[in-house]
């Protein structure tokens, strides 16, 4: 398998525009993961769904972004308008929906918001 | 619900041993360690499960106190590539895994 596969790799947007972000889980995961990773904050939970049900959004900063998994083979993370401080490392991880299996991430969308 | 992770970065030579310590006010059921070289995505390093149960790396070693839910993860005999940023992952419920904010590994020759 080729892993989790996050499209684009990069991301330069001017403010107010819409940007959307992809990701492919690995096949047969049941679980998929967005985090925004930034110096200051780490890696933050956004958002987490299993079996494509959305399960917690809680870690959604604003109403700007949204999240979807129409199928078990794709998600994406949209953020309308977009501000200079949603600038960051943005990562999809899988996994099994079990307890004990470890999450595999993608190589992440490094957006920049002028 | 983030878990707290100390210390926030830590230098060594080639060889001396590391201890990154991870807590959290919440119950838990798991504790994943991983590691970010830069510029990389996280890669797992091991789970730690409530029981004592525990999966991962062959020369990485870590600790679970359930009652008081920090995790500790042992580097002994620090490489050089050992450096990057660990982070630890925590479940309270329902496969929920949210990380600390990393604590910052450099070794030097």
């Known amino acids: 398998d080729a892993g989790v596969i996050q499209s684009p790799r990069h991301e330069v947007t001017e403010m107010g525009q819409e940007v959307t972000l992809r990701c492919k889980p690995i096949?047969?995961?049941?679980?998929l993961f967005w985090y925004r990773q930034t110096m200051m904050r780490g890696l933050e939970l956004l958002i987490y769904?299993?079996?494509?049900?959305?399960?917690?959004d809680s870690g959604m900063p604003e109403d700007r972004f949204s999240a979807k998994m129409p199928n078990a083979s794709f998600s994406t993370l949209k953020i309308q308008p977009s501000e200079p401080r949603d600038s960051a490392v943005y990562f999809c991880?899988?996994?099994?929906?079990?307890?004990?299996?470890?999450?595999?991430f993608g190589q992440g969308t490094r957006l920049t918001v002028v | 619900q983030q878990p707290v992770q100390s210390p926030q970065a830590v230098i060594l030579r080639e060889g001396e041993d590391a201890v990154i310590n991870c807590s959290s006010s919440?119950?838990?059921?798991?504790v994943h360690w991983y590691r970010q070289k830069h510029g990389e995505a996280p890669v797992f390093l091991m789970i730690?499960?409530?029981?004592?149960e525990q999966k991962g790396h062959e020369k990485i070693s870590a600790s679970f106190n359930e009652k008081k839910q920090q995790s500790s993860l042992y580097l002994t005999a620090s490489q050089l590539s050992y450096s990057g940023t660990y982070f630890c992952?925590?479940?309270?419920?329902?496969?929920?895994?949210?990380f600390g904010a990393g604590t910052r590994l450099t070794v030097k020759p």
């Open positions: 991880a899988s996994s099994l929906h079990r307890r004990n299996t470890e999450a595999f």
């Open positions: 096949s047969g995961h049941n679980s």
């Open positions: 769904f299993n079996n494509n049900v959305p399960i917690d």
């Open positions: 919440k119950a838990l059921y798991s």
């Open positions: 730690l499960l409530k029981g004592g």
């Open positions: 992952g925590t479940e309270v419920n329902n496969n929920d895994m949210r």
